[in-house]
């Protein structure tokens, strides 16, 4: 059974619709199985598919004054030989030179192309294939002769084309032929000499009562005249037994076959290892391997054994995969069940170390790692991974179905048989299995109350409350429950030691941990010592990873960090939420979306409820302040009503159900510039009893569109639980992860930024602005996203035209701030009694 090729085989050999293999030195043309394009050099191949990547059809083409010409097809991929017909043509195949000059004996395979004056040829470059190409001067010195590959011995796996799951084709119809017409399965036999294995008929392996059915020679026979030794014995599907009382001969070794194939044309020779001396006086084994043949007994042929070379008939025999067993649910998430005999029966499988399952008491459930198993299928054949310690169970392996039990299967050659139990409710996208992961959206947008699981029939509602900063639970109504923010601290970290995701399938699991900040200031929960948690600014808070129950509605509190205490639980006795090695169960109750106020564009008063004092900006600071009418400035006149008129201007900038204003102000002495109201965090911050304030005050700009800053930007937040009003919030501080503080409040009539804020009622105004502003203007026009804004223009017609004169609008202004809607382009603006203005707008 040798696998290296024989002799050179002559032109008159050279059968069409035969492979054969073309030799140069110790190598052979090849096809490369990774790129299948690429013509490359190989030694003695060691596999039929690697033979076959290896083989080649030689048939004749055109004949011309140079002879014949040659075209060679490959065995593999049904590719002709052909190049580029160029000077700089590589071994890959291209159209272009497909017929080549080669001759009987051994001979270059080269062509002539371009009226002949070109030449191409094939050259061993001490093992590299290379092009050679030029003028007709050029004869390369590599020779290929065509030879005939060997017998070569088949693996289980390469009779069915990658599957045990295989059909052989007989030639013609025989007597007794048990295999055809029947989908076989193939498992190899640890034994020596040949690639031995067992068969079996698919979907029929066992006998009722569990035992395994093989197919092999009987010791029952035909009566063929002139019979000797083993020839005329028959086939049938038994169960193996060793010789003994009952049987005189054993037959394991009739049940075990092994396949050579003829790789020029894939007819295969099949044998078994030993077979009865039917024609014995007394029934022994031959004790040597015999061939399947068949012999004429009166008119019909009769399928049996003989021994090799000296009776009976080779039938002429071909093989094909069969339709490999299948799981019907498909690729998705399992659990996996042991169906074996033993300690391991009826228990769920975690992991496969070491070829041995791993099983665990507890039965998985959809929200955790452990138990889990991603199937993949592909092509027939299946990977099968845990999605807790990653370890596989199949990697690209076929499966084969266990007789008489339901959604049971063996994988590859392990023999443990598995019941796999398809979980379509698993969601596969979730990569934070097991834990709480908080969106992005619902960390900006959310505060939660945490309603604690009491376990206790009847008892539902238990909530987290603060008790002198000390964390609580008390049964009833939520309203006052304390409401918190949550803090990413680590978005996404990859899981290590388990819950790690079926990493092998591309299936990784993370984990993010979090902070807890009460949402009307900025305590964070702590370890306040003895256990207990509390409320706290200082006391560096404790981290969280937010860990699933089995049935995903509640989440348990774990501490990462912690060396001994890591779970937060109750203490039933005082009602405290505590630091302790059991942990409790929590869910995260959203509260309600908070309502921002919409206004059209124009000019506001901010009045605090609480003072009813305005904001306004102190012109000589700039720093924003709440006063109230007839309060002195410092150095000029005394505040007026028309300082309280702030103009508000929608921003263009998009916050999901939170619209978005500027807030500016301007006055005479400074020439109409605009100043905007802004978070001043960093900048400027005043101190009141030991706590430090950030101002709010009003930073210079040219126009709106000019500026996209968060720090300027505001929404007008309704107060809660019934109460009339507005919170100020700011963008920029809305936004921040840690030492939040988004709504404008008051210190000593200094307008700051806190956690709590103060109460506006806001209010639309006329401005008198125009009064105290020096005349003549400057008519001001700003060009923005889809609108022109025009400055100074209250009570003036102003007409918008587009580039071709058009007019697009044309109406009297309402206020000094002028907006008008206008599509993308340039277009020119008038106002009565001033000039033209061509702005662009985008």
Not at 652 to 674: F, S, W
């Amino acid at each position: 059974m040798s696998l290296s090729a024989v002799s050179p085989v002559p032109a008159t050999g050279w059968t069409e619709g035969n492979y054969y293999m073309l030799k140069t030195d110790s190598y052979y043309l090849s096809l490369s199985a990774t790129k299948t394009d690429s013509l490359i050099l190989v030694g003695v191949p060691t596999t039929k598919t690697a033979y076959d990547y290896a083989l080649w059809q030689v048939t004749k083409g055109t004949s011309t004054g140079a002879g014949t010409q040659y075209r060679f097809v490959n065995k593999k991929t049904k590719a002709v030989l052909s190049l580029k017909a160029s000077i700089n043509a590589t071994p890959v195949l291209a159209e272009g030179v497909n017929e080549w000059s080669f001759a009987e004996g051994g001979s270059t395979i080269q062509s002539f192309y371009s009226s002949g004056d070109s030449i191409i040829a094939l050259k061993n470059d001490a093992g590299k294939l290379i092009v050679e190409a030029g003028n007709s001067k050029i004869v390369p010195a590599t020779k290929f002769t065509v030879e005939e590959p060997a017998m070569y011995e088949l693996t289980s796996t390469e009779l069915g084309d990658g599957f045990r799951t295989f059909n052989l084709t007989f030639g013609e119809t025989y007597d007794g032929n048990i295999f055809t017409g029947k989908t076989l399965v193939a498992k190899d036999v640890a034994d020596t000499g040949h690639h031995f294995m067992t068969l079996q008929l698919q979907d029929d392996e066992t006998f009722a009562n569990g035992t395994a059915k093989y197919l092999g020679v009987d010791t029952t026979k035909n009566a063929i005249t002139n019979a000797t030794g083993v020839f005329g014995a028959k086939f049938v599907v038994d169960s193996t037994y060793t010789a003994g009382t009952l049987h005189t001969v054993g037959n394991a070794d009739f049940q075990k076959f092994f396949f050579t194939i003829d790789l020029k044309n894939d007819s295969i020779a099949m044998f078994v290892k030993d077979a009865p001396t039917v024609q014995a006086a007394k029934l022994a084994a031959l004790g040597d391997s015999v061939q399947v043949v068949y012999a004429l007994l009166n008119s019909t042929k009769v399928l049996t054994v003989g021994e090799v070379a000296k009776q009976g008939v080779a039938p002429l025999i071909t093989s094909s995969h069969g339709q490999p067993t299948s799981i019907s649910t498909g690729s998705g998430v399992y659990f996996l069940k042991s169906a074996s005999l033993g300690a391991t029966a009826g228990k769920y499988v975690t992991a496969y170390k070491s070829g041995v399952i791993v099983t665990m008491d507890a039965t998985p459930d959809n929200f955790h790692a452990a138990g889990q198993w991603i199937v993949k299928e592909n092509n027939g054949k299946y990977t099968i991974v845990d999605r807790n310690t990653n370890t596989s169970i199949a990697t690209s392996d076929e499966i084969f179905a266990v007789n008489g039990m339901e959604n049971t299967y063996t994988f590859g050659d392990r023999q443990d048989s598995i019941t796999v139990v398809y979980r379509k409710d698993v969601d596969l996208t979730n990569a934070f299995l097991g834990t709480r992961h908080f969106t992005t959206k619902e960390l900006a947008d959310n505060a939660y109350r945490i309603n604690v699981y009491s376990g206790t029939q009847g008892i539902k509602n238990v909530y987290v409350f603060t008790n002198d900063s000390i964390m609580q639970v008390n049964a009833g109504d939520s309203i006052n429950a304390t409401l918190f923010r949550v803090n990413e601290i680590a978005a996404k970290v990859q899981n290590t030691g388990a819950a790690l995701g079926a990493l092998a399938l591309g299936d990784t699991l993370y984990h993010s941990t979090y902070s807890l900040q009460e949402r009307i200031s900025n305590r964070l929960i702590a370890d306040n010592g003895n256990n207990l948690t509390k409320l706290s600014t200082t006391t560096p808070s404790l981290v969280f990873m937010f860990v699933a129950s089995t049935t995903g509605e509640q989440y348990s509190m774990y501490v990462p960090a912690a060396t001994e205490n890591d779970y937060v639980g109750m203490d039933v006795t005082t009602g405290n939420l505590i630091l302790t090695k059991t942990p409790g169960l929590f869910t995260f109750v959203a509260a309600a979306a908070p309502t921002y106020k919409k206004v059209e564009n124009g000019y506001y008063s901010f009045q605090a409820k609480s003072s009813e004092k305005y904001l306004t900006m102190n012109p000589n600071t700039l720093f924003a302040e709440l006063k109230s009418e007839g309060q002195e400035i410092v150095t000029k006149a005394n505040y007026t009503a028309n300082d309280f008129a702030l103009d508000v201007v929608t921003a263009d900038t998009l916050v999901e159900g939170k619209p978005m204003y500027y807030i500016y102000t301007a006055h005479a002495d400074t020439a109409h510039t605009r100043y905007y109201l802004a978070s001043l965090r960093d900048t400027t911050s005043i101190s009141d009893n030991g706590s430090v304030y950030y101002r709010l005050g009003f930073v210079k700009g040219d126009s709106i569109e000019a500026k996209k800053n968060p720090a300027m930007l505001f929404a007008f937040r309704a107060l809660e639980n019934g109460n009339e009003g507005y919170l100020l919030e700011n963008q920029m501080e809305a936004t921040r992860q840690t030492s939040r503080t988004p709504f404008a409040g008051s210190v000593n009539d200094n307008a700051v930024m806190t956690s709590t804020g103060i109460a506006f009622d806001i209010k639309s105004v006329v401005s008198t602005a125009s009064e105290i502003i020096a005349a003549p203007v400057e008519l001001k026009v700003y060009g923005g996203e889809g609108v022109v804004t025009v400055d100074n223009v209250a009570g003036k017609r102003v007409t918008v035209y587009n580039i071709l004169g058009r007019v697009i609008s044309s109406g009297i202004a309402s206020s000094a701030h002028f907006t008008i809607p206008v599509s993308a382009g340039i277009a020119i603006v008038t106002v009565e009694g001033e000039g033209a203005k061509k702005v662009v707008v985008r």
